[in-house]
């Protein structure tokens, strides 16, 4: 049996045969993943595993050494074998099956992979420092920030403002206004920045519409990155909490239409942990930087 793991940054999920475990803690700002991780298995339930499937957030399409994982799920569940896997290799693999196309996971941050004829391209999963443009955290910190600018007059955009009455309640709360839980603030408050641009907020409409330009020009260099050409007609999904806004999803697929005007924009057949189980029992060698295997010791 294969045990599966898919660590994001808004939580966590675990699936070893038909046991489903999930968990609000996912890897922090500024974390690396291997201490998330650690904290996750040290807060569920006993379990055995021969190989392990870990697709983490946090790697930025660069898979670091692959040994302390190993070492880490030997602790736990008794591992041999571990695959790590860049996150964004996961999505990829269970949202299109292994077709030629991109998946851009939008979560807390964006990651966009891309394969053709088995060659990968990666983009973004730059971390909200300086990337994940168009991402949970970019769009929740922007609409903070503009409802605290509003709320101390600088803007006049009360829909806005009246969409983030809570967050702004919450961000006054916080003891410390840039650690962990302020960007965790930010994630949460991707929903209201999306409802307040549907609301018909002018504030919120333009940061919707300059994030979804954003993740076009990614899922677009993505592909050619992988060696695909711009009349060619890829398989697109778009996955991840931000895509649940359908205008949001629309603004992004218009963007990349035009383009790559032969596109298939598809639903995702399946998730990062469905990724990671046909990785963990079907690739069994290295594919770097986007995957790596290794032994316990």
């Known amino acids: ?15 070893a045969g038909n046991k489903s475990i999930s ?13 998330a991780l650690r904290t996750i298995f040290e ?10 499937a870990l697709s983490c957030t946090g ?15 030997n602790e736990f569940f008794g ?23 991109v998946v851009l996971s939008i979560g807390g941050g964006v990651v966009s992979v891309g394969g053709k004829s088995g060659k990968f391209a990666h983009r973004d999963g730059l971390g909200s420092t300086f990337g994940d443009e168009g991402g949970g955290f970019w769009l929740g910190k922007l609409g903070i920030t503009k409802a605290l600018g509003i709320r101390q007059g ?3 955009d009360q829909i806005l403002l009246s969409a983030f009455k809570d967050q702004v309640v919450a ?18 408050s991707a929903k209201n920045l999306l409802e307040a641009a549907d609301a018909g907020s002018p504030m919120a409409m333009k940061v919707r519409d300059e994030g979804a330009q954003l993740l076009a020009q990614t899922i677009i260099a993505t592909w050619l990155g992988a060696g695909g050409l711009s009349d060619e007609a890829p398989e697109i999904a778009i996955q991840g909490g931000p895509s649940k806004n359908h205008t949001y999803v629309s603004a992004i697929q218009l963007a990349v239409a035009t ?5 298939h924009f598809i639903a995702a057949r399946g998730d990062n942990l469905d990724g990671a189980q046909w990785i963990g029992e079907n690739m069994p060698d290295d594919s770097a930087p986007l995957l790596r295997w290794a032994k316990s010791e």
Request: include cysteine; charged fraction near 20%; hydrophobic fraction near 40%.
């Open 171 to 188: 961000y006054d709360e916080l003891d410390v206004k840039n650690a962990a839980d302020a960007a965790s603030l930010a994630i949460r």
């Open 79 to 101: 591992a041999s074998k571990v695959a790590v896997i860049d996150d964004g290799l996961a999505g990829f693999v269970g949202a299109l099956g292994g077709n030629n196309g």
């Open 43 to 52: 807060s569920v339930e006993k379990l055995s595993a021969d190989v392990v």
């Open 1 to 15: 049996m294969t045990l599966v793991v898919d660590l994001g940054q808004s939580g966590s999920r675990i699936r």
């Open 23 to 35: 968990s609000t803690r996912g890897k922090l700002a500024g974390e690396h993943p291997l201490p």
């Open 259 to 263: 383009v790559l005007p032969n596109v």
């Open 154 to 156: 600088r803007g006049d």
């Open 59 to 73: 790697f930025g399409g660069v898979v670091t050494d692959p040994q302390p994982f190993a070492q880490l799920c």
